[in-house]
């Protein structure tokens, strides 16, 4: 036998035995869970039996309440048992499967002979309870794995660095217990791994990458030390791959600390969210809070006005370029997602410490309760160095004493006499109990009719008042649509004041205020305006901060203004912010563009910020990767990992009415080549519409995605070039690759983004003449 052969037979006997660990550990968490099921189900049937209950005087019922929190305890302490070895158990069936898929030989420094390493997606020990058989692919010492060669090599721990001498390293493909392959390697994770796991079929959802995390994805896992990490990343460098990845180590290094809810990922789409929601339980962690800005701003908003969406302001900018109002809508757009529009309101709220806001008036029945001056005055007399927000909860609270002694004269009006007569038997009943409980009878009915109307009068008013002193306490008192309104109203004192010559504002900002109130005027607010307005509200009202949240994930951050950056960072005071883009994937008009991340430097300081590139991708096959980046400046930097593949392909087709059959050839020879995710990308939702439609008639099973799909599944299907962010197909075919579709510069990243969404296959079609962006 030779070496290597000799090397795998002592390499399977040991799968082997793992594997009989393994199940033998499953047999008995089985039999564990099940037993504990049983006992809970008892426990549950039988709560009541098990506690004794005995109210008659103070010693009994404390007994009673002691008996009842005990039996409560034992069942929550089951409940608790049951969950954690069921957590156990899905681990053991995992590694059941593949136990592990990586081992390095280390001899710490003082130890003369190496020990073995083995790395999976979670950690084993053997029945001694002493030795470990598997270590978790996230415990310290496994970072040698992805991060060293044989050799010298230190890693750190939570109580300091640990040197050694590695002697091997080593990469396993397991299945069902079976060594498929295995090969020694140097620092890198070799390429015969990656080109098996990469050379796969794309999936409905994204798979863990943990057998192959590469060493730069690694300083992007297990970063602890950065306040904000930044994450610049070919389209296809593993960006999503790694954050998801992170946050299953974050879980893994502060267990017991941080939980899946303190972690918060914000997502392109709500289909991107179904894409990324397996990944998590795949490792064997809960998914965290998953959510889109839009959802958030909807959230935050309430139902002041009807929020345009990142979409439909994409479509405008796309499709709309013959619109009139064109320019001043995307120079609108710029400017309010810059920190200059946020310093401007900034200017403007601290204005309004002194004069100028606008309250509504709390009115009742056609009466004016208290009027929009009292409040002011209420408001203006409090003193000036304490926060608006803080004032503004005091004024609430003078309001709400206000509210009690109006209550107090309105129990005299008609109204409430009218509504006495008609208050039914039952309301009657209630006032009555509630009397009684007040102890302020001692009679068994209304003897003392004056008290009688009073309690009722008052009853009545109170009923009425709730919602007044709801909306005080929500602080709806103050007037924010107007507030907000005033800033775009060239004759509003409060805007010139606002100004006082040191802000610049763009050129055409006459048009840009037109623009902006015709949409507020009509109920709607527009994307660009959302973030602004929250932000100028919460000045106002005091920020809504959320402190529980420790991590903050931005994926696509290249879509994210500066405005909204700094809006998030003060919501979230408390945590850390990862945040991953690519720059050339920008396709939004306010895309933090031009000076590339630069926006997001001053949002922490320089020590607490870092930045990682990562340059090679791994999405696409060689071709495709040598065909996209020479669309793009830069694009020579992006290192395609080396997989062979089809050329992309470019066919001009006669007329649009062509474009439908020609698209069915190319599936069905795609379908036959084998892949079963195939996307033709169009550029617009209208557009996509059309496709759809047209291919119906060849392909009933076409399936149209749209900014509502919420979840992504194998298959043909139609696809907007901006829904396709992040997520990648088997085969890709551009609808139309004209000069007409993607001419102008701003659609040359959106045009690179669809082109990079494929894996195995490229293909373009287009009318007329090809676009410009293929060199
Ligand atoms: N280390 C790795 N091992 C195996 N596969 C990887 C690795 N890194 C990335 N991939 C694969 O490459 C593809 C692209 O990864 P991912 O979607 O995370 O990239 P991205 O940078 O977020 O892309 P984009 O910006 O284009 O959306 C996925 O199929 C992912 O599984």
Not at 27 to 50: H, K, L, S, T, Y
Not at 744 to 751: A, D, I, M, N, Y
Request: hydrophobic letters at 35%; aromatic letters at 10%; charged letters at 30%.
């Amino acid at each position: 036998m030779t070496n290597i052969n000799k090397e795998r037979t002592i390499e399977q006997q040991r799968v082997d035995q793992v594997t009989e660990v393994i199940r033998a550990r499953i047999e008995d968490f089985q039999a564990q869970v099940g037993g504990m099921r049983d006992d809970i189900v008892d426990i549950r049937r039988n709560f009541w039996d098990d506690v004794t209950l005995n109210f008659e005087d103070a010693a009994e019922s404390a007994e009673s309440h002691a008996s009842m929190k005990q039996q409560a305890e034992v069942l929550s302490e089951r409940e608790r048992s049951h969950r954690h070895i069921e957590e156990q158990l899905k681990t053991l069936l995992k590694l059941e499967h593949s136990p592990y898929f990586g081992r390095i030989d280390l001899a710490e420094e003082g130890q003369e002979k190496a020990d073995p390493i083995y790395l999976g997606v979670g950690s084993l020990l053997d029945d001694s309870g002493y030795e470990y058989l598997i270590y978790d692919w996230r415990a310290p010492v496994s970072s040698l794995y992805y991060d060293s060669g044989p050799g010298p090599v230190a890693y750190e721990t939570p109580s300091g660095k640990i040197k050694g001498e590695m002697t091997l390293k080593r990469q396993f493909i397991i299945r069902d217990g079976q060594i498929r392959s295995m090969f020694d390697t140097g620092v890198t994770i070799g390429d015969e791994l990656l080109q098996e796991v990469l050379g796969k079929q794309s999936d409905a959802q994204m798979k863990s990458i943990v057998a192959t995390i590469q060493r730069e994805q690694n300083q992007i896992i297990r970063n602890e030390r950065a306040r904000l990490l930044i994450v610049q990343g070919a389209a296809g460098s593993g960006k999503t791959s790694a954050a998801l990845q992170r946050v299953a180590y974050l879980l893994y290094r502060y267990r017991g600390i941080l939980q899946a809810d303190q972690i918060v990922l914000f997502s392109p789409n709500p289909m991107f969210n179904s894409y990324v929601a397996t990944v998590l339980p795949e490792l064997g962690e809960q998914n965290m809070q998953q959510t889109t800005y839009q959802q958030y701003l909807e959230h935050r908003l309430g139902k002041t006005f009807a929020l345009e969406d990142p979409f439909s302001q994409m479509e405008y900018t796309l499709a709309e370029t013959n619109d009139p109002g064109y320019e001043a809508r995307i120079d609108g757009i710029t400017y309010k997602s810059g920190v200059s529009f946020m310093h401007l309101i900034d200017s403007y709220a601290a204005g309004l410490s002194e004069a100028g806001l606008s309250f509504k008036a709390i009115t009742f029945k056609g009466r004016t309760l208290i009027s929009e001056e009292a409040i002011k005055e209420q408001f203006y007399k409090l003193d000036r160095t304490v926060s608006i927000g803080n004032r503004m909860r005091l004024t609430a609270e003078w309001m709400l004493k206000e509210l009690t002694r109006l209550s107090r004269e309105e129990r005299e009006q008609d109204w409430v006499h009218e509504e006495i007569e008609l208050l039914d038997q039952e309301a009657y009943a209630k006032a009555f109990d509630e009397l009684q409980r007040k102890n302020r009878f001692a009679g068994n009915s209304f003897d003392d009719f004056d008290a009688e109307r009073d309690f009722l009068a008052a009853m009545v008013v109170q009923a009425k008042f709730k919602k007044l002193r709801k909306r005080v306490k929500r602080l709806l008192f103050l007037d924010v649509p107007v507030i907000y309104k005033r800033l775009f109203e060239s004759d509003a004192a409060t805007y010139k004041q606002a100004l006082d010559g040191s802000h610049e504002l763009p050129e055409n900002w006459a048009d840009i205020s037109e623009q902006t109130l015709a949409k507020l005027n009509s109920g709607e607010v527009l994307y660009e305006d959302a973030t602004p307005y929250l932000y100028l509200k919460e000045k106002l009202e005091g920020f809504h901060t959320n402190t529980l949240v420790k991590h903050l994930f931005i994926d696509e951050a290249q879509d994210y203004s500066p405005f909204q950056y700094h809006y998030l960072k003060r919501i979230f005071p408390n945590c850390k912010m990862t945040v991953l883009g690519d720059l050339n994937q920008s396709i939004f008009a306010h895309a933090v563009s031009g000076n590339g991340f630069d926006p997001l430097a001053d949002l922490f300081s320089e020590e607490e910020t870092e930045k990682i590139i990562l340059a090679r991708s791994y999405r696409s096959t060689r071709p495709i990767v040598a065909f996209t980046s020479k669309m793009i400046e830069g694009g020579d930097l992006i290192e395609p990992f080396n997989r062979d593949g089809e050329e992309p392909t470019i066919t001009k087709v006669e007329d649009e009415t062509q474009i439908a059959s020609e698209v069915y050839s190319r599936v069905n020879k795609l379908v036959d080549t084998g892949y079963s995710s195939i996307a033709v990308i169009c550029k617009t939702a209208a557009e996509g519409k059309r496709m759809h439609t047209a291919l119906l008639a060849y392909l009933p099973s076409v399936r149209l995605i749209e900014k509502e799909t919420v979840t992504f599944e194998k298959g043909i299907i139609v696809i907007p070039s901006y829904l396709a962010k992040g997520v990648e197909f088997d085969a890709v075919i551009i609808g139309n690759a004209n000069q007409e579709h993607y001419g102008r510069e701003s659609e040359r990243k959106l045009f690179y983004t669809a082109c990079t969404r494929a894996m195995h296959e490229l293909h373009l079609l287009y009318t007329d003449e090809l676009t410009t962006f293929i060199r």
